[in-house]
C-alpha cells in the first residue's frame, strides 16, 4: 500500500458534510486498505467556522473555499454545498489544479452537467455523483456501468422523501395537503422553505440526470416536465383510494415507440395499491428500470439524509482515489445517442378526472361527446359525491338517486393518449354549461 495519503478537500460540512468527515476519521483504516493509500482530510471550507460540528476537526476549517481548491495538492475535492454557485466555480477551479470533484450537487448536475464533464475530460479528471440521486440507493453507478451495455427503455420511481412523505400521511391520515406539510416540517423532512421538494424541482433534476445516463443523451431540468404535489387535496386521495389506487410523486423518464425521443416528467400521479412503488412509505425513495435484456429492476432505500448520502458520496471517494492512484479515470458522461427530448404533450398516459356536473338528462352524453371528439377513450365513468344515495354507483348501472336541478360528480377515467389531446378535452369540458368545474386531474400510471 501507498504510504503518501491521497489528499481530500470536502467543501460544505452541514448534514451530509459533517457525516463524511466522521465517517472519513472514524474508517480510515478500512478506507485505506480498499483504496491502497490512506486517504487524508485536509481541509473543510464552511461558511460559519464557529458552530459546533461534533467529531469534525476544526484546525481544518476554513471560510476560504476557493484558495483550498487551488492548493495545489488536493487530489479530490467533495462539494456538498448545493446550489448553483459558487459550486459551479469551485468545482471547475478544482478540475483546473488537477482534482476529481465528488459532488451531491442535483441542481447543478442537472442545469450544466455537460459543461462540467467536459471541463473535467479536459483535465483528466473524474465527476462523479451518486449521492446526487437518491440519496444512498446505488442508482447511477447501474445505470452507468452495470447497465452499459442493455438499453433502457424506462425509469419510473419516487426520487423526492419530502413529498413521498407528505403524500404518504395524507393517505394513511385522511389530512389535508397544509396539515401533512406542517408535519413533516415538524420532523425535519421538509426545509424551512419547502419549495424545490413540494414544486418538483428536486425531484426534476434528479429526472434529469437519470434519463440523461440511461439514454445515453442530454437531458437537463428545462427539459423535464414539472408538477409539484401543493395542488395535490384528500379528496384526490380518497378518489384514487376509491380506485384501488394511491398518489405519488412520480419521476418517469421514457423512451418512446420509435426509440429516437425520450420523455422526462414529473407529476403526482394515482398508481394501483398492488404496484411495488405503492409500498413506498414515509421519506423513502424507490426507482424502477426496465432494459431490453434485463427486464425489471428495482432499487429502494433511503433517499435523503446526512448518513445515507455519505455513504453514496464515500463510495465514490473511494472510486476516484482508486482512479487516481491508477492514473485513470472512470466513465465520463456518455450522450452519443443525441436523443430529441420530446414536450409532455407527446407523451401518452392516462387521466382520471373527476367534474361537477349539472344532474339532468344528456349530461353524461354531452360530456362522453367530448371525449370522443377528442379521441380519448373513456374506461370508467363513475357518479359520486353530491346525491349521497348515488354515491359510487356505477352510471351504467342506472345512475342512482338523481336529483332533477342539482348536481353530481362525474369521475371518468380514460385510457391512454397523448398528454395534448386529454389537456384538450378538458379545456373543452370546462367550457360546456352542463359541467360546473373539474374538481381534480391526475394522470394513473403503473398499470
Ligand atoms: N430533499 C430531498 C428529498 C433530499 O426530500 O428527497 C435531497 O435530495
Known amino acids: 500500500m501507498r504510504t503518501r495519503p491521497l489528499k481530500v478537500a470536502l467543501l460544505g460540512c452541514g448534514v451530509v458534510g ?26 473543510i471550507a464552511v461558511r460559519r467556522p464557529n458552530r459546533v460540528r461534533a467529531g469534525v476537526p476544526a484546525e481544518l476549517l476554513t471560510t476560504d473555499a476557493t484558495a483550498l481548491v487551488k492548493r495545489g495538492d488536493i487530489d479530490v475535492v467533495v462539494e456538498v454545498i448545493g446550489g448553483v454557485e ?53 442508482l447511477i453507478r447501474p445505470l452507468r456501468e452495470s447497465l452499459a451495455g442493455d438499453k433502457v427503455n424506462r425509469v419510473l420511481g419516487i426520487v423526492n422523501g419530502t413529498t413521498n412523505f407528505i403524500l404518504d400521511k395524507m ?20 426545509e424551512a422553505d419547502p419549495t424545490a421538494d413540494v414544486e418538483g424541482f428536486d425531484a426534476a433534476a434528479k429526472a434529469a440526470i437519470l434519463a440523461g445516463i440511461a439514454f445515453h443523451t442530454r437531458v437537463t431540468i428545462d427539459d423535464v416536465h414539472r408538477e409539484g404535489i401543493t395542488e395535490v387535496t384528500a379528496a384526490d386521495i380518497a378518489s384514487a383510494r376509491r380506485m384501488g389506487c394511491t398518489v405519488k410523486l412520480l419521476a418517469i423518464c421514457e423512451r418512446s415507440a420509435d426509440g429516437r425521443s425520450v420523455t422526462a416528467r414529473v407529476h403526482p400521479a394515482m398508481i394501483p395499491l398492488t404496484h411495488p412503488l405503492a409500498s413506498v412509505r414515509e421519506a423513502y425513495n424507490a426507482v ?28 465514490d471517494l473511494v472510486a476516484t482515489c482508486r482512479n487516481k492512484l491508477a492514473s485513470t479515470t472512470g466513465p465520463g458522461e456518455s450522450a452519443y445517442a443525441q436523443l430529441t427530448v420530446s414536450p409532455m404533450d407527446d407523451v401518452v398516459t392516462r387521466y382520471h378526472i373527476s ?15 367530448v371525449f370522443a371528439e377528442h379521441q380519448v377513450s373513456i374506461d370508467t365513468v363513475r357518479q359520486q359525491g353530491r346525491n349521497p344515495a348515488a354515491d359510487g354507483v356505477a352510471v351504467e348501472q342506472g345512475g342512482g338517486g338523481r336529483r332533477e336541478g342539482g348536481e353530481a360528480s362525474l369521475v371518468v377515467v ?21 359541467v360546473r368545474g373539474v374538481a381534480s386531474i391526475m394522470r394513473v400510471e403503473g398499470e
Open 18 to 43: 459533517s457525516e463524511v468527515a466522521r465517517i472519513m476519521t472514524t474508517h480510515a483504516d478500512d478506507l485505506a486498505a480498499r483504496i491502497g493509500a490512506p486517504v487524508e482530510l485536509a481541509g
Open 355 to 369: 367534474l361537477d356536473v349539472a344532474d339532468k338528462p344528456g349530461v353524461l352524453a354531452q360530456v362522453a361527446t
Open 414 to 434: 380514460t385510457h391512454r393518449a397523448p398528454d395534448a389531446a386529454l389537456g384538450a378535452t378538458v379545456e373543452a369540458l370546462r367550457k360546456l354549461d352542463t
Open 86 to 138: 459558487p459550486a459551479r466555480s469551485l468545482i471547475t477551479t478544482s478540475f483546473e489544479h488537477g482534482a476529481s470533484v465528488v459532488s451531491a450537487n442535483k441542481a447543478l448536475l442537472a442545469a450544466d452537467g455537460a459543461a462540467l464533464h467536459a471541463a473535467a475530460v479536459e483535465h483528466g479528471v473524474d465527476l462523479y455523483y451518486e449521492a446526487a440521486v437518491a440519496g444512498a440507493i446505488p
Open 171 to 190: 393517505d394513511t391520515t385522511g389530512a389535508g395537503y397544509s396539515e401533512a406539510l406542517d408535519e413533516a416540517t415538524a420532523l425535519g423532512y421538509a
Open 288 to 315: 424502477f428500470v426496465e432494459a431490453a435484456a434485463a427486464g425489471q429492476l428495482m432499487f429502494y432505500g433511503p433517499g435523503a439524509g446526512g448518513s445515507p448520502t455519505a455513504s453514496a458520496v464515500l463510495g
